[in-house]
């Protein structure tokens, strides 16, 4: 259906991983989705397809920030805003609508133009929008698919969603309010005319007057969604399962850096961004001669406290010293970025279940990553962040 994260057969989604199929229903991908990625900084709410922010924008200055924000390691292209050219996708945002600004039925109904509920998107009008073709138009434009377009260059001749009588391009005057509501703004120019596409909390779809305020979706093309809550090795790994996906795995030092940088975006700084180890991340702003850094920031907090680190993947719970990722494959690979001393594993046994679950964790046989891109093998019951992983391609 083109989404990037899954596939979907009736009811139920079938995530393919690196090794194994993970079947979860929509009803548990949404809670699954919703458990991850409340209490983000940045007021974001990501999936493996997009990111909502909640902070509200005017079209063009939500454009113009969508371009920058790319934290793909093998991307060097602009972002943009989100396409959402089908059932999946169009389904996935309104979820995340709903997941940040959850409103009642009655309030939808009574402020339905207000800006917080809608986000927009990347469907733009293109075409016939000159100066001379609006001149002709008395009422309303003929709708015509091939005249919006997505930054891909699609058109939603295929797939689109509006609401009844949509889109019907309201010319506005300059100076004269686009709707009722209080906050909503003027047209600055001699006329305007609804060019961009809005879309609602249940997914439907209207043509709105750009210098309107809402809040926006990007496409996310990354690998990892980071989630804030704090949980234990095992219950962040289940955690990621819920919504169907598995706990992060890196397979490169460029991985290493995107997983940094996702951790930075979606978490917030540390302050302890200068350090790195023996072999270093390939980061900016990373002076390749420090081995070391401080034990503590300028207010006395330690660079060990768990909300610095994240969950991940890899473990040597089955041979101490050979650490795999969750799919089996060696997780090592060349200049690895071992924190100092790392990769030991001060005593200790881990202990399973008849279902192959750790019942007891032991020695320090779970891996963690830093927000400077280090990586250490720590007790999995210590509680921290942790990163989920988007099914390989």
């Not at 004269?176 to 209080?182: I, L, Q």
């Not at 095992?234 to 890196?250: H, N, R, Y």
């Not at 490169?252 to 951790?263: C, G, K, P, Y």
């Amino acid at each position: 259906m083109g989404a990037r994260l899954f596939t979907v057969y009736l009811v139920y989604l079938n995530v393919m991983t690196s090794s194994t199929a993970l079947e979860v229903s929509m009803k548990e991908h949404v809670e699954g989705i919703k458990n991850l990625v409340k209490n983000l900084a940045n007021h974001t709410f990501p999936t493996c397809d997009l990111v909502l922010f909640t902070e509200v924008a005017d079209f063009k200055t939500a454009e113009k920030r969508c371009a920058t924000f790319n934290l793909a390691a093998t991307s060097t292209g602009k972002g943009n805003l989100a396409t959402v050219n089908t059932e999946f996708r169009n389904e996935e945002i309104s979820m995340l609508l709903n997941i940040a600004l959850p409103i009642s039925d009655t309030k939808r109904r009574k402020f339905r133009y207000a800006g917080n509920r809608w986000v927009w998107t990347g469907l733009r009008k293109t075409k016939n929008i000159d100066e001379e073709h609006i001149r002709k138009i008395k009422n309303r434009a003929p709708y015509n698919a091939l005249d919006w377009e997505w930054y891909d260059g699609s058109q939603p001749d295929v797939y689109s969603n509006w609401h009844p009588g949509q889109p019907d391009q309201r010319p506005l005057k300059k100076g004269r309010k686009s709707n009722e509501y209080s906050k909503s703004g003027r047209c600055g120019e001699n006329r305007c005319r609804q060019n961009q596409m809005r879309l609602d909390h249940d997914g439907k779809w209207d043509d709105a007057f750009g210098f309107e305020k809402h809040p926006y979706a990007c496409d996310y093309t990354g690998r990892y969604i980071v989630s804030a809550e704090l949980k234990s090795w095992q219950d962040a790994k289940q955690a990621c399962e819920v919504a169907g996906l598995t706990l992060a795995s890196i397979r490169s030092l460029d991985e290493t850096e995107e997983l940094r940088q996702a951790l930075l975006f979606f978490l917030g700084e540390s302050g302890f961004e200068e350090c790195a180890g023996t072999h270093k991340v390939k980061a900016k702003n990373l002076d390749p001669s420090k081995l070391y850094c401080n034990e503590k920031d300028s207010e006395g907090k330690s660079k060990w406290d768990p909300k610095h680190w994240a969950w991940i993947g890899g473990n040597d719970h089955e041979e101490e010293g050979n650490f795999k990722w969750l799919d089996g494959s060696p997780a090592i690979f060349d200049n690895f970025p071992w924190i100092n001393k790392a990769g030991g594993n001060n005593g200790g046994k881990t202990n399973f279940d008849s279902s192959g679950e750790i019942e007891k964790s032991g020695g320090q046989d779970s891996m963690t990553i830093s927000k400077w891109g280090e990586i250490d093998d720590e007790y999995g019951d210590v509680e921290r962040p942790f990163a989920c992983e988007c099914p390989r391609l």
